[in-house]
């Protein structure tokens, strides 16, 4: 294959020379393009310049602000609380500890000039609307390091608590910041990820590995009743994350839950790419993947439709491989579920920050260099989305409260990262995210251009509320793009993953289903949120409930395990070896 990934247009570095250059220069940026960030900046900064009318404005806010901490300091020494109430704020600053002086003088101080900052880079007019997220993030990020909760000097609630247990909070954070380095060095995961064992604790539904091929092993897994589903399912998981999030601890694994209703479940598991891997495909993931598996699945369960199952990147994936096959007049898929995948990507979210030229040949570059790119990347990426909740957060609960956090199974799961392959991130990354072209038609697949308009198979699609990888208006969009004369849009309560993996009984979460036609009878989203009230509970039974009824009303006796006589001889008990690969 040729080193240079497919693309269109000129945004990848194609010379051995620049590349280098990216390269070394990301090592120095944590991967951050300075040409994104600092041409972001210059775009707000010099339309701000050139309009005096919005540097008035926000030189009234200013002197208003101002004006208003300057009255707020004489309250601050009878012990008026820092006006937190409807800023992002809010929860940080609930506590009667910042009521005191001078801590309500410096949370409102801090509230203030956070509000203007956000206010200054908002809306400049003739902006572009990129720039301006952009900087908007920044500004977010850089407002954390001086914001006062984060220190111990300035935050009371730090200050009352070491008082109280006469420091042996910091004495066990220390001990904890110790920990966790040693850790790290040895390139451990966090505390506690060592009770998840995969194949013990998690990943432990039985089953057999029936084919293995350079990218990807099939696992079939053991009936749990006598009798089963004629339909069996195929779930394909995104290769950004290893497939036993949806097979964890038995009572949050989705697998063990399908498998005690009686269907015949199937799950691809990905192999964890290395060097040698740089120039897998796209095209690779479709035919050595969904493709494989689904073959190998039609052989062991003939004359039988597959509902099939994508999660994520995967779930892109199997939308790919469904336009695919209904192009090719291949009707084995039985439906199509979605779980917070996207397939239309003009509005991708907070990722959003990290998809533009600039920022893509940076990380193009770091992947020719090394091949793949690294888990522990992908998760910083993540992690600066998030830095409060992700890292500002655990690290004052952990070095400074003394407090270490239980890791539970899905936590230990995360902490079992992958790479993804040069040339199929970065194509991954252009076609899609850039270019979005599976939503306007130009994706080609195999050398055969595609379209979702071909997909008229039943579709269950789910999107999470607080999702910040797949936003749920971004997921949702896929309904206006296929022509399922039976679809059903699921939105529940959590975020990308918890979302997702909330348990058949779930008392913290909510869901709303809304079953229609795609196409120009769907709903806006907003219009979605008005007309479709919530549920209590998780969505599992809600979906268990729609595939028992796009499945053949008689049962049947389970299928055997793998077909030797096809050249499916079971290869080994699940969760087989690639999942083990670090």
Known sequence: MADTPRKRGSTIATDDVSRHFLATLAQWTGGLSPQAFGGAWLNVLARLATTPGRQAELARSALAKTLALAQFSGAALKGEAP?????????????????????????????????????????????????????????????????PDNYLPTNPQLIRQTVDENGRNLARGLKHLAEDI??????????????????????????????????MELIQYSPQTDTVRAEPILIVPAWIMKYYILDLSPKNSLVNYLTGLGHTVFMVSWKNPTAEDRNVSMDDYLTLGVRAALDAVTT?????????????????????????????????????????????FSEPG???????????????????KEGVLESRQMG??????????LLWAPS??????????????????????????????????????????????????????????????????????????????????????????????????????????????????????????????????????????????????????WLEEHSSERKVAPPPMGA???????????????????
């Open 83 to 147: 006006q937190a109430a409807g800023t992002p704020y809010a929860q940080r600053f609930a506590d009667p500890a910042w009521a005191r002086f001078p801590f309500n003088l410096m949370a409102q101080s801090f509230l203030s000039a956070s509000d203007w900052a956000r206010e200054a880079v908002k809306n400049v007019p003739g902006a572009d609307p990129a720039a301006e997220n952009i900087v908007g993030f920044t500004v977010r990020e850089g407002l954390e390091l001086v914001a």
């Open 182 to 215: 040693a850790r790290t060095y040895k390139g451990l995961g966090p505390i506690g990820v060592e009770n998840y064992e995969v194949g013990k604790q998690v990943a432990a539904t039985p089953g057999k590995v029936i084919l293995r091929n350079r990218l």
């Open 300 to 344: 062991v369960v003939p004359k039988r439709k597959v509902h099939a199952v994508g999660y994520c990147i995967g779930g892109t994936l199997l939308s790919i491989a469904a336009a695919e096959l209904a192009g090719q007049d291949d009707d084995r898929l039985a439906s199509v579920t979605l779980f917070a995948a996207q397939t239309d």
């Open 350 to 368: 907070e990722l959003s920050i990290f998809i533009s030229p600039a920022q893509l040949a940076m990380l193009e570059a770091m992947m020719w």
């Open 380 to 389: 910083g990426a993540f992690q600066l989305l998030r830095t409060y909740d």
């Open 396 to 545: 004052i609960a952990t070095y400074l409260k003394g407090e270490r956090m239980g890791v539970n199974d899905l936590m230990a799961w995360n902490a079992d990262g992958t790479r993804m392959a040069y040339r199929m991130h970065t194509d991954y990354l252009h076609q899609l995210y850039l270019n979005n072209d599976l939503a306007e038609g130009r994706y080609v697949a195999n050398g055969e251009q595609l379209s979702l308009s071909d997909v008229t198979v039943p579709m269950f699609v789910v999107g999470t509320e607080t999702d910040h990888v797949a936003p749920w208006r971004s997921v949702y969009k896929v309904g206006k793009l296929v022509r399922s004369g039976d679809y059903t849009f699921c939105l529940t309560s959590g975020g990308h993953n918890a979302g997702i993996i909330s348990g058949p009984q779930h008392p913290k979460r909510r869901h709303r289903v809304h079953a229609s036609k795609a196409g120009a009878r769907l709903p806006s989203p907003d219009r979605y949120l008005e007309k479709v009230a919530p549920l209590p509970g998780s969505w599992w039974p809600t979906w268990a409930k």
């Open 564 to 582: 030797p006589k096809q050249g499916l001889q079971p290869l080994g008990a699940a969760p087989g070896e690639y999942v083990l690969a670090k």
